[in-house]
């Protein structure tokens, strides 16, 4: 059976932090009319989902006897993280005919920019070591 990482925790808070930010950016773009909202949320939603299948594949193991699983499972992550992303904006540009592209946009990169959140989410210090 796989160990989790014991760093999945921080990956959590951090999947919970993108989960709230795709649910609740759109509401900046509310007064713009409802398709610009849900524009955002669907921006939002395609950065969310991807990042949350690479850090299931990437943190689905730990230690050292599962180094060639670990590196297997980020390979796997990241190439699947690029696929689901492409799918996603394929599948809303094709049958989505009323998106706001601007909104779309703001969504997946506000979701994307909360990466940088990671080093407030830990309960580490900045100099401290993984």
């Known amino acids: ?29 509310l007064p713009f009319g409802i398709n610009a909202a849900m524009s955002a949320l669907a921006g939002g939603f395609a950065s969310f989902v991807p990042n949350a299948y690479f850090a299931y594949r990437t943190f689905q193991y730990s230690g050292a006897r599962a180094v060639n699983a670990i590196a297997r499972g980020m390979l796997a992550g990241e190439i699947g993280k690029l696929a689901l992303m492409a799918l996603i904006f394929i599948v809303l540009f094709k049958y989505q005919k009323t998106l706001n592209h601007g909104a779309l946009f703001s969504g997946f990169i506000v979701v994307q920019l909360s990466v940088w959140l990671t080093p407030l989410l830990s309960n580490r210090k900045p100099n401290s070591s993984f």
């Open 1 to 29: 059976m796989a160990v989790r990482s014991p760093h999945f925790a921080i990956v959590r808070r951090l999947l919970l932090v993108q989960f709230a930010l795709a649910l609740f950016f759109p509401l900046v773009f």
